[in-house]
Every structure is written in C-alpha cells, then in structure tokens.
C-alpha cells in the first residue's frame, strides 16, 4: 500500500478527535442535537486548524445513517463514501479552480434539485474568498432561500475579502490557532502510535514552529521523521525550523539593552554561519521579546508556551530588561520586521536591525529633556538638580534654574555657583531641603518618570521639609503650576512620588507665594515697541537651521519666543 503522510492518516475523523477548537465544536454538536441547521455557514481561521475537515465532519454527521444526532459513525456506506469524496449529495469545491461567474451559475442551477439518496445536500467550498464579485453575487439568492435539505458550509483564511452581503447569510465561526502545548500532546500521541522517536524539548520546538496550525507542525515532525529514519533529534528540529537557543536569544536581548554593538554583530554573524533562516530567527526573536514584555508587565508564566526553565530564565532576562526599554525594542523591531522579511539580502537586513536597535539606550526620552533632565556620559539620564530650597512662605523670589543646554539654540552662559544669590535663611523648626538632597533628587526623578510637564512647572517652586511633609513653595504667578496641582490626577501622582522618594508616610503641601508687585501697564507707545521686539524675537528664532528643521516637519509657526528656563506648557 503506498505510504500516506501523516498529516492524511492523521486526520480527524469525527469531532471528539478535533483539537483546539473546542466552542465550534459544541456549537455545532448541539445544533446537530437539535435539529438547528442552518441553510449556510462559514468557517474563518488560518491554515491547517480544521476548517474543511470540520466541513467533512459536519457533512458526515448531517447524512449518517444513524441520524444527525449521534453525530458520524464512520461505519455506514454514506459515512465512508464521504471521506472518500465518492458521495454524489456532498460535493467539495476549490474556489480557487471555480470562481468564475458562469460556473458559479451552473452550479446554482444544478442545486435546485434536491439530494439524490442523502438526508442533506451539502457544497463545500474551500478558499471561497478566491471567488469573483460577480460570483458571490450569484450565490446570493440561492444562499438566502435555498431548496429543501440544501446546506452551504464555506472555509476561507480571508475573511475580510468575503463580501458582507455573503457573511450576513451565514452563522460565522471562528477556527482559532491551537496553543502549543496541545499540538505538543498531539504530536506525542501521534509518535507513539507510529513507532517515532522524539524528545519533549523536539516536539515543543515543532509545535511552536507550527505557529497554531497543526497540520504544519505534524508535516513537519513527518518530515524530520524521515529524515533521521524514525527519530527526530531536538539539533535537526532547531535546524528545520530556523530556531535559536532561548540563551542565545538572552544574550542578544542583554547586549541590544547594554548598546554593545559587537557583541550584536557577533551574534547576527554566528546566526548566519549557522545557516538558519534569516526571517524564521527575526520572527522567533520578536516572539521571545514579546513573552518578555509579558513577563516584565507582571504577566503569569503559565500562559507562555515555554518548558519551566525557559520560562524562569526568560523571567530574569525581563526584569533586567525592564518594561519600558522592552516596549521600545519591541516598537523598533516591529517597524523593521516588513524589511527583513522582504529583503533578498536576509541576513544583512536582519544584522542592521540589530544593530540600529542596539543604538536605543543612547536615545534620550523627549519627555525626559522637556523636564529638564541631560544625558549623561554612558547613556543614562540622571535625576534633575532641584532648585535651591527657600522656606516656605518667606516671600522671597524663587531662582530660576539655569537653561539646559540646547544644540539648536544654545542659551546664556550659565553663571558660576559663587554668583548666585545666598539663600534666605530658613524659618526656625522648619528644615530646608538642600539642593544635593537625595530625597529631593529621587522626589524629582520620580515624578519625572510619571508626569514629565508636572516635573518640569515645579522645577521653579522651592521646598522644605519637616516633620515628615514636604512643602512646596509655588509664587502666585505660577499660576498654570497651581492648576495643574489642583487635578486629582495630578496630586495622585504628587502623593505617589512623594512616597516613593521619602518613604511610606510622608505627605506634602502646596504653599502659594503672594506674587511681586508688577510694573505699571506699557503706553501705547511702549506696547508697540514691545510687538516690535517680539516680532524681531520670532524672526531671529526661525532663521535657526534647527528650528526651521522643526517647523518644516511639523508645519508649524512660531506663537512666541520664552526665556530660557521657562517651563514649557501643558494643555489643559
């Protein structure tokens, strides 16, 4: 007898030996039950997950001779001859081959007539999102009012080139992919019934090769089975399915997040030595970001398709990594998949995606530098320097701090530490927060990381600290300051900042400084000069390379030119 592959012999015959699809298949028992069959139905899902084969089985159970209720016998003459394709009443079609209007016609025709020794009549079309326009419209008037005992069950992978005049005459199921741990079992069963040799870790690396199909993953252990003559080895599985070690793919992850880009090209040169698959290691390692992301988010390792090991290595990896850094990478190699799946040059473009995402932890956050904060020296942003701490309620002026410096504009020379102003004296029981506070600087790095425009308008205010509270001292001019501490979100995010810094316990208060009294309103005159001034002030801006860089992308203009130092401003 010729040899049948397995994915043929194994087959499933009825619907208690479908596997992962466990709500069509209750759906579709009980209507069989019940005696609820619709006139069509539709069968979405990706390949090799059961959809024609649940058509057949569907198909069988309608016309067995021992009645649609107990579902197929696989015994019966009508049973047999329909998985054999030999039944004149079930009829299975390839869109593909039959999508033209005139056969499509044809066969509406020929269904007027009712089956010729079946209980049912049933078309099966396969791929039905190859038909033409004006061949689903063919199928319209038939499909809402068909003859007696006519039943339509259409499998597509394209649900959305299915018209909806089609879908709203059809009950939709949904054929999800199959967890891996399921195709596993199966793959298991599968190799202990046919005498094959295979190790968990082999069977595992197949099942998530098949990426939920399980036809995939079973003509590929089929195959891997013939090739080692009844053994597969978990070298040759990694080998088939371009796979990689999960502590290769570790320390890729650890290099891209330290920026060592040689350690990366090492790693993209020993893939391509190996031989794997450029677009197969690219897919694999964008799935082992993602369980890290999972992971880092606080997500429950029992819903990952990973051995325990894997799993607990993966867990550290992720809280080295940390959440953001993770999303960002993800972000980065996301953009770049369409490329390298494209490119003729596969390993190339999967070495400079690489690379290019090892170049992340030298990007500066944009919210991070709006709050004020510079890059260090090895990439790292450190906390901003709070301004010099003034008793609350002193009336004093409170000092701006100095400009960052900017490549685009460069701001006024910053002055010296000894030509700045002494600081008020604090008020007697109240302690001053100095300047190089830990507290302080770990308050302002948290709420930077929070709220990076909050950080950025308290950057102004002065603080104290006493008996467990910390006080921050707004002048009453800051007035887009106050509103924005009169937010509840706002003053959660102050409460948790100020935990986080301080310690469990500690509490804050905003104080408002009576603000200085202003100069007398400009003259006409004066009120000119100063449109004047400010119209010179834009121009001077935009004739900046770097600003007109910024407008040009953004199609923007230029409302006003602040001071440096000034806050930028939130909106409302």
Same mark, same amino acid.
């Given at each position: 007898?010729?040899?049948?592959?397995?994915?043929?012999?194994?087959?499933?015959?009825?619907?208690?030996?479908?596997?992962?699809?466990?709500?069509?298949?209750?759906?579709?028992?009980?209507?069989?039950?019940?005696?609820?069959?619709?006139?069509?139905?539709?069968?979405?899902?990706?390949?090799?997950?059961?959809?024609?084969?649940?058509?057949?089985?569907?198909?069988?159970?309608?016309?067995?001779?021992?009645?649609?209720?107990?579902?197929?016998?696989?015994?019966?003459?009508?049973?047999?001859?329909?998985?054999?394709?030999?039944?004149?009443?079930?009829?299975?079609?390839?869109?593909?081959?039959?999508?033209?209007?005139?056969?499509?016609?044809?066969?509406?025709?020929?269904?007027?007539?009712?089956?010729?020794?079946?209980?049912?009549?049933?078309?099966?079309?396969?791929?039905?999102?190859?038909?033409?326009?004006?061949?689903?419209?063919?199928?319209?008037?038939?499909?809402?009012?068909?003859?007696?005992?006519?039943?339509?069950?259409?499998?597509?992978? @394209?649900?959305?080139?299915?018209?909806?005049?089609?879908?709203?005459?059809?009950?939709?199921?949904?054929?999800?992919?199959?967890?891996?741990?399921?195709?596993?079992?199966?793959?298991?069963?599968?190799?202990?019934?046919?005498?094959?040799?295979?190790?968990?870790?082999?069977?595992?690396?197949?099942?998530?090769?098949?990426?939920?199909?399980?036809?995939?993953?079973?003509?590929?252990?089929?195959?891997?089975?013939?090739?080692?003559?009844?053994?597969?080895?978990?070298?040759?599985?990694?080998?088939?399915?371009?796979?990689?070690?999960?502590?290769?793919?570790?320390?890729?992850?650890?290099?891209?997040?330290?920026?060592?880009?040689?350690?990366?090209?090492?790693?993209?040169?020993?893939?391509?030595?190996?031989?794997?698959?450029?677009?197969?290691?690219?897919?694999?390692?964008?799935?082992?970001?993602?369980?890290?992301?999972?992971?880092?988010?606080?997500?429950?390792?029992?819903?990952?398709?990973?051995?325990?090991?894997?799993?607990?290595?993966?867990?550290?990896?992720?809280?080295?990594?940390?959440?953001?850094?993770?999303?960002?990478?993800?972000?980065?190699?996301?953009?770049?998949?369409?490329?390298?799946?494209?490119?003729?040059?596969?390993?190339?473009?999967?070495?400079?995606?690489?690379?290019?995402?090892?170049?992340?932890?030298?990007?500066?956050?944009?919210?991070?530098?709006?709050?004020?904060?510079? /890059?260090?020296?090895?990439?790292?942003?450190?906390?901003?320097?709070?301004?010099?701490?003034?008793?609350?309620?002193?009336?004093?002026?409170?000092?701006?701090?100095?400009?960052?410096?900017?490549?685009?504009?460069?701001?006024?020379?910053? /002055?010296?530490?000894?030509?700045?102003?002494?600081?008020?004296?604090?008020?007697?029981?109240?302690?001053?927060?100095?300047?190089?506070?830990?507290?302080?600087?770990?308050?302002?790095? @948290?709420?930077?990381?929070?709220?990076?425009?909050?950080?950025?308008?308290?950057?102004?205010?002065?603080?104290?600290?006493?008996?467990?509270?910390?006080?921050?001292?707004?002048?009453?001019?800051?007035?887009?300051?106050?509103?924005?501490?009169?937010?509840?979100?706002?003053?959660?995010?102050?409460?948790?900042?100020?935990?986080?810094?301080?310690?469990?316990?500690?509490?804050?208060?905003?104080?408002?400084?009576?603000?200085?009294?202003?100069?007398?309103?400009?003259?006409?005159?004066?009120?000119?000069?100063?449109?004047?001034?400010?119209?010179?002030?834009?121009?001077?801006?935009?004739?900046?390379?770097?600003?007109?860089?910024?407008?040009?992308?953004?199609?923007?203009?230029?409302?006003?030119?602040?001071?440096?130092?000034?806050?930028?401003?939130?909106?409302?």
């Amino acid at each position: 007898m010729a040899y049948q592959v397995l994915a043929r012999k194994w087959r499933p015959q009825e619907f208690r030996a479908l596997i992962g699809q466990q709500p069509v298949v209750t759906a579709l028992s009980n209507a069989l039950a019940e005696g609820r069959i619709a006139q069509a139905y539709l069968f979405s899902g990706i390949r090799g997950v059961g959809k024609t084969t649940v058509a057949r089985v569907f198909a069988k159970a309608l016309n067995c001779e021992l009645g649609p209720e107990q579902g197929p016998c696989n015994a019966c003459a009508t049973c047999r001859e329909i998985s054999a394709g030999a039944d004149l009443d079930v009829l299975e079609i390839d869109a593909a081959t039959y999508s033209k209007v005139e056969q499509v016609r044809e066969l509406a025709e020929s269904l007027k007539y009712g089956p010729t020794r079946d209980r049912y009549k049933v078309v099966v079309l396969d791929e039905v999102h190859r038909l033409s326009r004006q061949a689903f419209d063919a199928l319209l008037k038939i499909i809402e009012e068909p003859p007696p005992r006519l039943v339509f069950i259409f499998a597509t992978t @394209e649900i959305d080139a299915v018209p909806a005049t089609i879908l709203s005459r059809c009950q939709e199921y949904h054929f999800r992919r199959v967890p891996a741990p399921e195709v596993a079992a199966h793959l298991a069963e599968i190799c202990r019934a046919e005498g094959i040799a295979a190790s968990p870790r082999a069977l595992r690396l197949l099942a998530r090769a098949g990426e939920g199909s399980v036809r995939d993953a079973v003509a590929l252990l089929d195959q891997l089975a013939t090739f080692g003559k009844g053994r597969v080895e978990e070298e040759e599985a990694a080998r088939l399915v371009g796979g990689l070690d999960l502590a290769l793919f570790a320390r890729l992850l650890d290099a891209i997040l330290a920026g060592d880009s040689p350690a990366v090209a090492l790693l993209a040169r020993e893939v391509e030595a190996a031989g794997w698959d450029p677009r197969q290691v690219y897919a694999h390692f964008l799935a082992f970001c993602r369980d890290a992301l999972h992971l880092a988010l606080g997500g429950e390792a029992a819903t990952l398709d990973l051995p325990e090991e894997e799993t607990r290595a993966l867990a550290e990896c992720a809280g080295r990594a940390g959440y953001e850094n993770l999303l960002r990478l993800l972000h980065h190699l996301l953009a770049s998949e369409s490329t390298v799946r494209r490119s003729d040059a596969g390993a190339l473009a999967l070495e400079l995606a690489w690379l290019r995402a090892a170049e992340l932890p030298r990007l500066v956050a944009l919210e991070r530098v709006l709050a004020g904060l510079a /890059p260090a020296a090895s990439g790292t942003v450190p906390p901003a320097p709070p301004a010099r701490a003034v008793p609350a309620g002193s009336g004093a002026a409170s000092a701006r701090p100095p400009a960052a410096a900017s490549a685009a504009a460069p701001g006024p020379p910053v /002055p010296s530490a000894a030509a700045a102003p002494p600081a008020p004296a604090a008020e007697p029981g109240r302690a001053e927060a100095p300047a190089s506070s830990p507290g302080l600087a770990r308050f302002h790095e @948290e709420l930077s990381a929070r709220r990076p425009m909050l950080a950025a308008h308290l950057a102004r205010a002065r603080y104290a600290w006493t008996d467990g509270e910390l006080s921050i001292a707004l002048a009453a001019s800051e007035e887009q300051a106050v509103r924005q501490l009169a937010r509840a979100a706002n003053r959660e995010l102050l409460d948790a900042a100020v935990v986080a810094a301080f310690g469990a316990g500690a509490r804050w208060q905003l104080l408002t400084e009576p603000a200085a009294p202003g100069p007398a309103q400009p003259s006409a005159p004066d009120a000119a000069a100063a449109a004047r001034r400010a119209q010179d002030e834009r121009e001077r801006a935009a004739a900046d390379p770097a600003v007109q860089a910024v407008l040009d992308i953004f199609s923007g203009t230029i409302a006003s030119v602040e001071p440096p130092g000034a806050p930028a401003k939130e909106p409302e």
